[in-house]
């Protein structure tokens, strides 16, 4: 039997000492459980013309559960990208009584950024079961980014809106 000193530790992913909680621009990404790719489909039309993507009914529920969070939770999202198995997001989060309150709620402990895409996960996880019947639909986890200049904001607004242009040399791609 294994000592509780014998487990693995768990890799911590967010920036020491940092408030995920105060105004910002945050750059998240989520990705699906083994990577399986529900969410769109990358379409490659003519070679002028740039790939475009087509969202599956997972990747609808998903976008309407996104249209939800500004409102929930004050922040505006200034671009987004649903790729076929991981989704881009680039949000602010704004300084008011509203985040104030949402600081202080009962899960008073997390960040606002995990409260955000629990909220995401979980909501859209109910609407994917209805005809996506996989008990797991997103990887543990997401990566985040704190934008620090508006040329770092420049770079990953790019980045978000020509993801599906790179998309099979995209480290998520399992094609």
């Known amino acids: 039997m ?8 768990r890799k ?6 940092y ?12 990705c699906t459980h083994n990577r399986k790719c529900i969410l769109s489909d990358v379409i490659v039309g003519a070679i002028h013309e740039s790939p475009e993507i087509q969202l599956t ?6 976008e309407e559960v996104m249209a939800l969070i500004p409102g929930r939770f004050n922040v505006e999202i200034h671009n987004y990208k649903i790729m076929p198995n991981h989704i881009h997001l680039l949000l602010e989060i704004k300084a008011d009584e509203i985040l104030r309150a949402i600081r202080e709620s009962p899960l008073q402990g997390r960040k606002v950024t995990d409260k955000i895409v ?7 996880s109910k609407k994917i079961h209805c005809f996506y ?3 797991n639909i997103w990887q543990r986890s997401y990566h985040d980014h704190i934008i620090r200049d508006e040329n ?6 790019n980045y978000i809106e020509y993801n599906q242009c790179k998309w099979q040399s995209d480290k998520y791609y399992s094609g």
């Open 2 to 9: 294994k000592e509780k000193n014998d487990l693995p530790q």
């Open 12 to 17: 911590i992913i967010r920036l020491k000492n």
């Open 19 to 30: 408030d995920y909680s105060k105004p910002g621009v945050y750059f998240l990404t989520l």
């Open 57 to 62: 009914a997972s990747g609808k529920a998903v």
């Open 118 to 124: 629990g909220y995401l996960k979980m909501n859209s």
């Open 133 to 135: 019947p996989d008990k």
């Open 152 to 157: 770092d904001f420049l770079n990953i607004w």
